[in-house]
């Protein structure tokens, strides 16, 4: 059964990818634990982007509207998808989402997954890379307890960096963790409330975004 529906959600994921490339939208997963600061992340990335770059937002959760109604108070689309008993969102979700945006405009689409560091991994949403969330709340050894997460991620984003000086938490350990898992992964380190590190995580965005225009 589980063979079944994740090869059925690989074909609509594959289906997703084409209609991304075809249209030069590069789409972002973002994954993490709940509370990791995904939500804030955006709020800040597209409040210094959105009027240089055209943006869209898929936000998923189980209930509630929320995260959606903060994303559109920036001035970004945003669409919601409720999952309701569902630890996750489906390459099925994610495309009838899409149909909301005007796509032959768009240049960045953010697709923010249910907070959670196990079910998301194993689901292809069609995107063009998993970006996990950690924030330094949480303990460094996350890597090494949602192993199939991070090997899934192409970027990490350590967050709430503002926070290190008052926690124990090992920032080289963390990194050297996370690499154990994933060699290749990207690592990156930012506050999204005092906005240090954020230029690097921006200029990462614009090379998948020219990428994903070449590759139309």
Not at 73 to 91: I, S
Not at 163 to 188: G, Q, S, W, Y
Request: hydrophobic fraction near 45%; proline fraction near 3%.
């Amino acid at each position: 059964m589980e063979t079944d529906i994740l090869a059925k959600n690989d074909h609509l994921a594959h289906a997703n990818r084409a209609l991304f490339r075809r249209k030069g939208v590069f789409a972002l997963n973002l994954v993490s634990s709940p509370g990791s600061g995904k939500t804030t992340i955006l709020e800040r990335t597209l409040g210094e982007l959105a009027a240089t770059i055209n943006c869209g937002v898929i936000e998923g959760d189980q209930q509630t509207d929320n995260d959606a109604v903060r994303i559109a108070a920036t001035g970004v689309p945003a669409v919601q998808v409720n999952t309701g008993a569902g630890c996750h969102l489906d390459a099925h979700m994610v495309r009838h989402a899409a149909e909301n945006f005007d796509l032959d405009h768009l240049e960045l689409l953010f697709i923010e997954n249910v907070g959670n560091l196990v079910c998301p991994a194993a689901f292809d949403l069609g995107e063009h890379h998993k970006v996990v969330v950690l924030s330094v709340t949480e303990g460094e050894d996350k890597p090494l307890k949602y192993p199939q997460m991070f090997r899934a991620a192409g970027l990490l984003l350590i967050n709430k960096t503002d926070l290190l000086p008052h926690l124990d938490f090992d920032l080289e350990k963390c990194r050297e963790m996370a690499r154990r898992v994933n060699p290749h992964i990207t690592i990156l380190e930012v506050s999204a409330r005092t906005g240090d590190g954020m230029n690097a995580w921006h200029s990462w965005l614009a090379a998948g975004i020219a990428a994903a225009r070449a590759a139309e």
